[in-house]
């Protein structure tokens, strides 16, 4: 019983031994998430189209409840770019961004995100994310870095548009290039320059001057709230704002409030598909990074409890006025490298933005949101990575399809269309090498008991016996397949008495290609021809012996190639 | 270039051997089929919803078509029982039966299959009807069948009610119970039996009298058009059309018109998926009866060809009055056993068709619409099987459960629901397999060069050394799973040294799992165990070759598992 509500609370694992060394850790590295998360966490709210306290809200309650419920020791839960993309691309189609709608939309996104996640876990279905390939992966997250970078070019330039896509992105931009506000486009340039320089440039210079390595990394993580500051300084100073420089605004000097989702069945109805579509992308990107890092530490991630710790996180974030959220890459890799030891770590920077929420925000009313812009730029340039073309190219044809056209949608017609795209595609391309599957005619490696592929390798063979090595499961989509060759085969070689196929890929034979078998045993008696098989798995014996098929069968079934061949070999070769 | 030509017209190959004696037997054969199309040709354009002579038209034109391009020669092509039902459910959607926008609907309909057709075969894309597997098929099959019997019922009751699927069905007979026409009912249920009878009890007494087997087969046959000769006489001496009972009527005295199909966009657009539905269920009914046939006589049948037969015997029914049409398996079997020698039978039968067209129509003017729904009903309750539920079920559950969803979907839902389910439900549950695979730990059986799994068979292991095969193509649906196993497997295992992969059933390892075997070598690596492969296949080696794991990799890469076993044991176990 016990045994049980660990499971469910991974809490009662590390809490047991938490300790003073622990809590160091964890208060250090809850500090430098807590500073990077407060720029962050604003700009990913604007990002999904939503005030900018959004942001710190949920990055929350939500992280609360995943350090209660998840399995990943360094896990930092909160609002991501690729989420609050496909957040402000869902909820554009709903309302108008600005609007209460949109915002109450927002929540029973977050809601039901939650709430498929949590299904999820608890049906165990986390193996559904697996059909998200790595190639499909790589592709989304570039062609989406992508998208996001050109989303946030408005801000920089301090004009209007919109889109859900590149051509509609650059055609917005082009067409209102002439509402150019100079001097938000000099605030912006200048952050974005600045903040790749700190990525790029300050640090190794920090290391040239004798910083170590801890502080030279802390300082560089601390580069955009030295933006957010100097920029907001600036525009306040100047009167900026009134020159035409968007800011932030008034950002209510709170705790996260209490809110409730709008549960209409019409918004339910037409959020639920890209609720689902966020859940498995989100539950992915979280558990790569859970696992990445689980890795070094040989620690051990259970997809299905960070489901429930995901969901849960996400039913937090539509309680309290936030949006979709999920385990960051960027925030998790710097809550790991600052020394996070345990989920308390979360906790404590969760406290560092509710102490920001109440106390900071009156200071963040200058704060430009082309220097948000350029945070997001400089974050999301880092994840758009094409070698996954190259890699894939040389290795598969099939993997590398399914990229290419992952990213080519994603950039033409959108986020959604692309990952799904992709995923049909990646399901489909396998299938169809499976329709067509490999045969090998084997023959005996010469001084050995082993069958190899006549083609390849050196090998012993009787002209009596043709032995064929299957290549793939046997099931309905090539069941035909499978008959269509070996009549082709067979038909026209006289000598031929004895036919082997040799099982030993075979790992399931469904009851389409049991019916194939029989026809085949069937027309090869007919011919005079003896049907055999070999090396037949135990999972798949114990179905055949379910059936006739074994009884009707004209041959043998032999436990290994060898012995079928040795059986059936004419005495003089 | 001509063996180019004759494999594009298969006519070619049997034209230039045709004689006297295949001659007669072709004629036999096509006033058999002939005798039987005539009633049946009526009865499934009445099941489709179109005029009773649509049927004979799609019975000409298309025969001679296929005739010209097909490769099976025993095949007839006209008007089957599920594709008119299709046909009807579709064009229900699209406009009232009895209007002309029905009947031009139609031609559309079989136009866009016929296109469909054509493009499958000439892009060579015959394997997709493997994705309908033979459960599936079956339980189609026998729920349609129930459907079109229950579709029936209102012609033998004389009233009128609608609907696509079983409910519907029974509730519109249900209300409509009132209006009952007795004598139509007389007639009906007089014809069914009687034609149930024709098909049990006649040919054993007709044997029993001492008739030739030929001659009570061909007696048999004409079952139908006795049926309808009698019932036809009867209406017409006692005047009963006057008494409600209703009748085929006035039918053109004609041969089949040269008619264009509406192209209109929007009605292209409501039509195209439905008639890839058609094309995809025609294709596969048309080559299993044609795959059944050649069997018999060692023929073969080439897929794509036959895709290019149906395609323009569709396309010709589309020009020529018609609704779409496919091979039949009751009329091809009929064809077969009559002595059908070349497709020429099919010629001949369409001959007999056309003079049926100019000459007979105005005979039929008082046949009941009652005596052609009896031969429809006793022509599908023949179809009707659950056995498939038995087998699947003693089988394996996964073909049980696509084949009862399909069963209940067809007769709940309709159709075009049904299948689409079956189809999408065995490929889900075909992918669902391989998710979680079948993973063996192997060891030596004693005496022999062969590894079994230790669990089944008396084997050898060595404690130093893991050998586990993986009974499953790696691909990203399991990847992840793969990397968890071995992880779990290996912890907490002091003694082990060496785990030796055996990928004699792995026929496939894609870029997703390919960075899982990355993953997996670093980590054994970490942890100071070596990771080798064993019997890796010649396509998957290539593969492998192509990035840098062979040479990362801390093993070695053995041909067979003996030889790692060999290699890696310990001088004294």
Known sequence: MYRKIRKYLPILNWARTYNRETLSGDLIAALIVTIMLIPQSLAYALLAGLPAEAGLYASIVPILLYALLGTSRALAVGPVAVISL???????NIAAQGTMGYAAAALTLAFLSGAILLAMGLFRLGFLANFLSHPVISGFITASGIIIAASQLK????????????????????????DINWITLILGAGATAFLFWVRKGMKPLLLARGLGARTADIATKAGPVAAVFVTTAVVWAFGLSEQGVRIVGAVPQALPPFTLPDFSLELVGALVVPALLISIIGFVESISVAQTLAAKKRQRIDPDQELIGLGAANLGAAFTGGFPVTGGFSRSVVNFDAGAETPAAGAFAAVGLAIAAVALTPLIYFLPQATLAATIIVAVLSLVDFSILKRSWSYSKADFTAVLATILLTLG??????????????????????????????????????????????????PAIISLRIDESLYFANARFLEDYIYDRVAGETPVRDVVLMFSAVNEVDLSALESLEAINTRLKDMGVRLHLSEVKGPVMDRLRRQDFLSDLTGQVFLSQYDAFMALRRAAV
């Open 86 to 92: 496909l957040t402000a691309a869902t909820l554009g």
């Open 155 to 178: 801000h920089i330039l301090g004009i209007t548009a919109s889109g859900d896509n590149l051509p509609e992105l650059l055609h917005g931009l082009w067409t209102h290039l002439g």
């Open 413 to 462: 017609l959108g986020v959604e269309v692309g990952v799904s795209a992709g995923v049909i595609l990646s399901v489909f391309l396998h299938l169809y090498k499976t329709t067509r599957p490999h045969i090998a005619e084997v023959g005996l490696v010469r001084g050995s008991e082993h069958f190899r592929n006549i083609k390849r390798h050196e090998v012993e063979t009787d």
